[in-house]
Nanobody, 127 residues
């Protein structure tokens, strides 16, 4: 079992940057594929980015490609989301998620494929 805690959210102006962190508990973090999702008020939860257990494979939503970077440090049990060139439409609660399903290609963008979730961190981008 994995427990996830996000941090790093906040208020930033359009064009600015934030780095989200997701700290995981448990001894087997390195076996989990990790994802970031977001949910804006009145909207469905949507996929943002995912990274395989080995960090060899990454995926991004088209809306964030080229602006966001997902990475992980298995020695620190942490996954990151570097967000640059932020836009007001990036405003949402951001969640990290974990699951051990393989291969990642079959599950990375579906929120209901992830068994473990953090509590979320608010990101607000002002125009």
């Amino acid at each position: 079992q994995v427990q996830l805690v996000e941090s790093g959210g906040g208020l930033v102006q359009a064009g600015g940057s934030l780095r989200l962190s997701c700290a995981a508990s448990g001894h087997t973090f390195s076996r989990y594929n990790m994802g970031w999702f977001r949910q804006a008020p009145g909207k469905e939860r949507e996929f943002v980015a995912a990274i395989s257990w080995s960090a060899a494979i990454t995926y991004y939503a088209d809306s964030v490609k080229g602006r966001f970077t997902i990475s992980r440090d298995n020695a620190k049990n942490t996954v990151y989301l570097q967000m640059n060139s932020l836009k007001p439409e990036d405003t949402a609660v951001y969640y990290c998620a974990a699951d051990r399903k393989y291969p990642i290609a079959t599950m990375y963008s579906s929120w209901n494929e992830y068994a473990y979730w953090g509590q979320g961190t608010q990101v607000t981008v002002s125009s």
